[in-house]
C-alpha cells in the first residue's frame, strides 16, 4: 500500500495513529540529531522527522534525499514543538519508522515554489514541473470546480450535454480553419470547428430542447496572450425562448459559478446598448468596475480659436477624480500613453480642477476662466478633480483612445480590483459591420443572427443601421459570452447570405443542409457561448488564459514540451494524397 | 412567452389552467366537428382539442395542420374522455383558445416515429429529423445522463478533471493518426490524439495524484459498424496505486452508474487471467452472461484412428445444455456457420446425450459407447444435451472458432439477454504480441505498460512469456475498458523502447519529453480509459455505437448530413504549405 493518508489531512485528532505517506520531497533541513522533511503531494504538505538517536542510519539516508525525489514513509503521528499555523497539518508531524525512494529526482531546471525564478519558455519547456507548483495547479482545481459547477447548473435547468463531432467541414466564412486531409476521402479535408453552431441549430431542430456542451474549439489565428489555437467553449442553446430568457438563465449560470465556487454574491447584472457602450465607454466591453464615463464636450468647446477642437469630430474626456495634483512628469505619462502607435491619439488636453477651487488647463490661451466653468459643469468635477480631453477627425478613433486612457486611469487609481466583479450585458449589436480590407459587410457576430424584426427592411438601404438580437456578458471588461436569437427560416436565412456576399451556390454548398433542416420544422432559437478559459482566468484573477490551461501553446502556435507541431513520414503524406511545399 | 409548461407535464391536477405550449405537430384526427392534435416536444405528448362549435376559423386552420409543424398555442386544460394511460398527460387535452404557426414543415422524407420507415441512409443524411425520434434521443439523454454521473462519482473520489490538447504530435506507434499541416510551422503537422496518454501521464510526474476526463479521440482506421473515426473516452489516471486500487475504484464506478442510470445492482465483478480467458472461452472478451466453458478433449480423443482428433493440436468443445434434440439441419446450419470463411473450421463433430440416455455422436465409426462415456463425463453433460466439438493444427485458431460457435449458440438460445449484465475484470495480460507483418514484437496494450516485475528477466530470454500489469473489463463480451499499471522509470521504459524495435534516437525523437520527466520525480501510477460510446451502446441494449452518437460518420468516414470532408480553397492550401495529389 502507497499511503493510508494524503500529505494533506493528519491533525490533532491523528496523534499515535499509524501511517503510511507518499510524496514529493519539498525540502529539508537539520538540527542537532535530527533531519526534517516536508513531503507534499497535491493535497498539502507534511513534516517527516528523522531522529539519528532512533535510527542513525536511516536519518543519514533522510539526509541524502534531493528535492523533487519521490518518497514513501511509515511511522506515527506525533504533536510538533514548533507548530505552524499556517498549514493544516501544521500541528503534527511523522515519526518515521521506515523510508522508501520511490523514484530518485534530477534537480529541476527552476523552483518549484509558488514564486518561481523559472522563465516563461523553460516552464513551458518543463510544463509538468511547473504544474507541480500551487499557484498553477490551483488554477486547474478552480476550472475542474467550475465545470462541474456549469454541468450541475445546466443539468438541473433541462439541458442535456451533448458531443458534437470534431472532424466537420471548411466554411470561408470567419476565422481560418485547421484542416485534416481525409485518407479515405483523397483530395479532400475535414475541418476543426471554430464552434459547433450549425450542430447545435440543428440540435434545436431535432427538437433537443435545451442543449450545451463544454467544448474545444479551434482557430488558426495568429496568437497573442489571450488567444491559443485550441479552446474550450461553454456552448449553448435553447429552444421556444426569447432574448430575456436567456439573459435570466445564464445571468443565474454565472451568479451559481460565483456563489458556488467562490461563495460570491453577484447582486446586478446592468444591462446597456451596444450604441450606449460605445458612447460612454468607447468599447464594447466596458470595464464596469469604475465609472469615468465619457463626457462630450463637442458642443461647448467649438468655436474658440482652439484649432484642435474646431478641426475635430469628437472631441470627448473623462473625469479622473482626485487626479488635480498629478505632477507634469505624471501628466506627460499619460501624453506618452496616449501617443503611443497602438493609441495613436494626436495630444492630450487636461484641466486641473484644484483644491482652491481654481481651474486650469493646458489650453488657457484659448479658454477663459467662464469656458472652463462650463467644462467643470459638464464633468462634474470637484475640487481636486482631473479632465482629460482627447480630440480627433474620427470619432470612433477618438472614442476608442479614450477607452485605452480610462482604462489606464482605472489601473493607476487602483480602480480594477481584481476581487471586484461587474457584470454587463451589452445589447443590441450591429449585424452587419463594414471591412474595409474585402469591401463587403460582415456579420459581426456570425451569418445565424437574426435581426431585429423591425430594422429587416433597412437591410437594402442601410445595412449599417439594422439591429441583431445579440447580447455580449462582459465581467470586468472582458467579454466572456455572446450570443444571439437565431434565424429560423429559411427565406430570411437567405436573405442575410446575400448580404454577407454568398452566391445562391456558394450559400447552398457550405449551408444547404441548414437551410433545408429549417424547411422541417425549426422552432424559434437562440442561444450563447463563454469562453470557458477567459472565464476561469477572470475567477483565478489572472490576466491571460494561458496559465488556465493545462498544456498551452505558445505564441507560434508550438508545444513546446512535446516539441509538437513536426514532420510526419512521407509514407504518411503519400496516404494522405497531399504534399508538403516547403 | 413561447410556452408555460412543457408538452410532458401537465396532469389533472392542472385543470382550468390557462397555458401557452409549444412543440411539433405528431398526428392530428378528425370526429365529428372536432379536430385533435398530438403536439410533441422533448419532453412529452398534449393533446390539444380545435371545436368547429367554438371556432369554426381556428378549428379550419387546425385541419391544415400538417405533421412536424411548429405550432403554439394558448388555451384551457380541461379533462379527456378518453383517457390514455400509456402518456404522463394522458388525462388531460387543452382546449385552444389561440393557434399560431411558429414555422411550417414539409412532409418528411420518413416517418418521426418510435418504427420508421427510413433506411439507414436517408435518416443519416436527415440525421436532424432522425433525432427527432424517440428511441434515438432516449440514446443520447442517456448518454448525458451517463456522463453526469461519471462526472459525480469521479469528482467525489478526488478526481480532477483536466483538458488535454487536441493538437499534439504524431507518432509512429499504434494505428494511423489524423494530422493537422500547421500554417505557421511550414512543413510541419499536429496530429490528433488517439488518447491522452502521454499527457495524462505527466500529470501524475505533476503531482496532480487522479485525473480523468470525458475526450474525444481519433484513429484513421478503416471503419466498421462500431468503429468511428472520433469517439469519445473515459480516460482516467491514478498515483500511488497498485493495481487492486484501481480494480476497486472502477468497479465503483460501473456499479454507481447501473445504480444511478438503471436502477440496477451489480453483485459481482469476477476476475479471471488472459491465461483462462483464453482457455476457457477462446477470447479475451468472454461473454460471461452463460457458461458453456470450453472442454477439451486433446488428451482422450487421441488415438482413436480418427485422423481429425490424431492430427490436431487441440480438440476442444462445449456443452450445450438441452440441444440434443437438434435437428439434422439446424447441425448442419451450425456446420456451415463454422466453415465461413470469417470462422474457418473446417468441420464440425457432434454427440447427443439424448433424453433416454444414449450417445450419439457423428464420429460413431472411430468411437464407441465407452469412448462417448468419457466424453459425456469431460462435458458433464445430462440427458438432452449436445456436445459441439471442433479440432485443428493451431490451438489459438481453435479457440477462436469455438469462441464464435459459442457466441452463436449464446444467441440461439436466448442466453444474451441485453437486460442481464456480466462484468468481468481479464487480468495479467501479456506485455507483447508478436507482428507477422513487421516481424517484430509489438506492445499489446501500449509501450507504457509495466510489466510484472518478475518477468522483466525473460524480456530476452522469452519476450512473449512475460506478462503485463495490464487489465481489461469486459461486459457482456465487450471490452469498455482497459488500462494497466505504466512504467515511471526511465531505464525501464528505454528498455521497453529497445524490445518494441526504436532506436534510443526514434525513442528520444518521439518520447524523450516523458523518459525525461520520469527523471525528475515521477510517482508509481496506473490508469483506465474506458470507451464511453460502447459503454453508453451497452446500456441502450445496442449492437452499434452509431445510434449512441449524435452526428456520426459513415463507414467512409463520410457525415453525409453537411457532406463532410470536401475540398477546400488553393488559398488555403498555398497558406498551409501543402498540396494534394489527386
Not at 516536508?38 to 507534511?46: A, Q, S
Not at 476608442?400 to 489606464?408: A, D, S, T
Not at 484573477?541 to 508545444?559: M, Q
Amino acid at each position: 500500500m502507497h499511503r493510508t493518508h494524503t500529505c494533506g489531512e493528519l491533525t490533532i485528532a491523528d496523534l499515535g495513529t499509524q501511517v503510511v505517506l507518499s510524496g514529493w520531497v519539498q525540502k529539508s533541513r537539520d538540527l542537532g540529531g535530527m533531519t526534517f522533511i516536508d513531503v507534499r503531494d497535491r493535497y498539502g504538505i507534511t513534516q517527516l522527522v528523522f531522529n539519528a538517536d532512533d535510527n542513525a542510519e536511516m536519518r543519514a539516508k533522510a539526509r541524502e534525499l534531493g528535492r523533487e525525489f519521490v518518497i514513501k514513509v511509515s511511522g506515527t503521528v506525533i504533536e510538533r514543538t514548533n507548530k505552524n499555523p499556517k498549514i493544516a497539518t501544521g500541528d503534527i508531524e511523522i515519526k518515521v519508522s521506515e523510508l522508501e525512494i520511490l523514484n530518485a529526482a534530477k534537480l529541476p531546471p527552476f523552483m518549484i515554489e509558488d514564486e518561481t525564478d523559472g522563465g516563461d519558455e523553460l516552464r513551458m519547456k518543463y510544463r509538468y514541473l511547473d504544474l507541480r507548483r500551487n499557484p498553477v495547479r490551483n488554477n486547474l482545481v478552480l476550472r475542474h470546480k467550475m465545470a462541474q459547477e456549469i454541468r450541475k447548473y445546466l443539468d438541473a435547468q433541462n439541458f442535456l450535454e451533448v458531443e458534437t463531432p470534431v472532424l466537420i467541414k471548411s466554411t470561408p466564412e470567419g476565422a481560418r480553419d485547421f484542416v485534416v486531409p481525409s485518407r479515405m476521402n483523397p483530395g479532400e479535408f475535414y475541418a476543426l470547428p471554430q464552434s459547433p453552431q450549425t450542430f447545435k441549430q440543428l440540435l434545436m431542430v431535432s427538437g433537443f430542447d435545451r442543449y450545451f456542451q463544454i467544448v474545444k474549439c479551434f482557430r488558426d489565428e495568429d496568437l497573442r496572450a489571450d488567444r491559443q489555437p485550441e479552446f474550450t467553449q461553454i456552448d449553448c442553446e435553447m429552444a421556444f425562448i426569447e432574448q430575456e430568457d436567456i439573459l435570466n438563465l445564464f445571468e443565474g449560470l454565472v451568479r451559481h459559478m460565483f456563489k458556488n465556487v467562490k461563495n460570491l454574491d453577484i447582486q446586478d447584472f446592468p444591462r446597456m446598448s451596444y450604441d450606449d457602450a460605445m458612447r460612454l465607454y468607447g468599447s464594447d466591453k466596458p470595464d464596469t468596475r469604475f465609472g469615468m464615463q465619457f463626457v462630450e464636450a463637442t458642443d461647448f468647446v467649438k468655436g474658440k480659436s482652439f484649432p484642435v477642437f474646431d478641426n475635430a469630430g469628437l472631441v470627448v474626456g473623462i473625469n479622473a477624480k482626485g487626479c488635480a495634483s498629478y505632477t507634469r512628469k505624471q501628466i506627460d505619462e499619460l501624453t506618452d500613453f496616449v501617443k503611443r502607435p497602438q493609441i495613436g491619439a494626436t495630444g492630450l488636453i487636461y484641466m486641473r480642477h484644484n483644491e482652491d477651487g481654481t481651474l486650469k488647463s493646458s489650453v488657457d490661451k484659448f479658454f477663459n476662466e467662464e469656458e472652463l466653468q462650463k467644462w467643470a459643469a459638464a464633468f462634474a468635477t470637484e475640487p481636486g478633480d482631473l479632465v482629460l480631453i482627447l480630440a480627433g477627425e474620427n470619432p470612433d478613433k477618438v472614442r476608442k483612445q479614450l477607452n485605452e486612457l480610462r482604462l489606464e486611469m482605472g489601473n493607476r487609481l487602483g480602480l480594477r480590483d481584481k476581487n471586484k466583479f461587474a457584470p454587463l450585458w451589452v445589447l443590441d449589436f450591429p449585424l452587419l459591420e463594414w471591412d474595409e480590407e474585402t469591401e463587403r459587410y460582415h456579420a459581426m457576430h456570425h451569418p445565424f443572427t437574426s435581426p431585429k424584426p423591425d430594422d429587416i427592411s433597412k437591410l437594402d438601404t442601410d445595412p449599417a443601421a439594422v439591429r441583431a438580437n445579440a447580447y455580449d456578458l462582459v465581467i470586468n471588461g472582458t467579454e466572456i459570452g455572446g450570443g444571439s436569437i437565431r434565424i429560423h427560416d429559411r427565406e430570411l436565412q437567405s436573405l442575410m447570405f446575400k448580404h454577407l456576399g454568398f452566391s445562391p451556390e456558394e450559400a447552398q454548398k457550405q449551408f444547404g443542409f441548414l437551410m433545408e433542416a429549417f424547411e422541417y420544422g425549426a422552432p424559434p432559437h437562440g442561444g450563447i457561448a463563454f469562453g470557458f478559459d477567459r472565464l476561469v482566468s477572470i475567477f483565478a484573477g489572472l490576466d491571460t488564459i494561458r496559465d488556465v490551461i493545462a498544456f498551452p501553446k505558445n505564441n507560434s502556435g508550438r508545444d513546446v514540451m512535446i516539441d509538437s507541431p513536426s514532420t510526419i513520414d512521407d509514407k504518411q503524406k503519400v496516404e494522405l494524397h497531399i504534399k508538403t511545399t516547403v
